[in-house]
């Protein structure tokens, strides 16, 4: 399974854009990229998920560079109630999903 | 999404008993689910996989024998903490995932475990 590297914490104010990069230098070919977010003592939240480009929802968007090695996830106009733990995973598609979690990064938005 | 339910979510118990939390996918069948224990500040750990109709796969480091985990149904998965110590206060989690052929695990909502 790849590893990957994020950083431990960001803070922000809330409205502006927010960008955590993750990195993943041994992304299999087969790997997606998800993200989820985690609120204190609760299950992680599937956030956003991608192969390559771009990919936007709803709540996010997330970039993947030609490489594959990171990729980053952008929030726009964070809120208060935006501050989480995101984590950043590397798995194959297909059959079961048992993920590796890495240490994520702990987001705090500020008034 | 599809929702997994985790019951109960918090459960105070006494030393030396033993505690059941229950995993359900409640709109799919998993034929595999994921238990997961966090310590406060630290990230999700896998304790081991539950496989419907055959024993679960357990990581290394996790006692067999004081995990007790069942998969009796597509969609029911349990996790038995036996003779539970103050050392296995922690929050469990559980996940499953459909077959969709893309990667996204559902998440149970967590059992916050104390024990006393």
């Known amino acids: 399974l790849a590893k990957t590297t994020q950083p431990i914490s960001m803070d922000s104010y809330e409205g502006q854009e927010v960008n955590i990069t993750c990195s993943h230098n041994n992304i299999a070919t087969n790997d997606y990229i998800t993200w989820y977010q985690q609120f204190p003592s609760q299950g992680p939240r599937f956030i956003i998920q991608?192969?390559?480009t771009k990919v936007t929802n709803e709540v996010a968007s997330l970039f993947i560079p030609a490489d594959r090695k990171s990729s980053t996830l952008s929030l726009p106009r964070v809120s208060l109630s935006d501050t989480a733990v995101y984590y950043c995973l590397v798995a194959p598609s297909g059959s079961a999903r048992q993920l590796t979690f890495g240490s994520g990064t702990q987001l705090t938005v500020l008034p | 999404g599809a929702v997994v339910s985790q019951h109960p979510s918090r459960v105070i118990c006494k030393s030396g008993t033993s505690v059941k939390i229950e995993c359900r996918s409640l709109d799919f069948q998993a034929t595999t689910m994921f238990w997961y224990r966090q310590f406060p500040k630290k990230s999700l750990m896998l304790m081991a996989t539950s496989n419907e109709g055959s024993k679960a796969t357990y990581e290394q480091g996790v006692e067999k024998d004081k995990f007790l985990i069942n998969h009796a149904s597509l969609t029911l998965s349990t996790l038995t903490v036996t003779s539970a110590h103050p050392e296995d206060s922690s929050f469990y989690i559980c996940?499953?995932?459909?077959?969709?052929?893309?990667?996204?695990?559902?998440f149970g909502q967590g059992t916050r475990l104390t024990v006393v």
């Open positions: 991608g192969y390559k």
């Open positions: 996940s499953a995932s459909t077959f969709s052929g893309n990667t996204e695990a559902f």
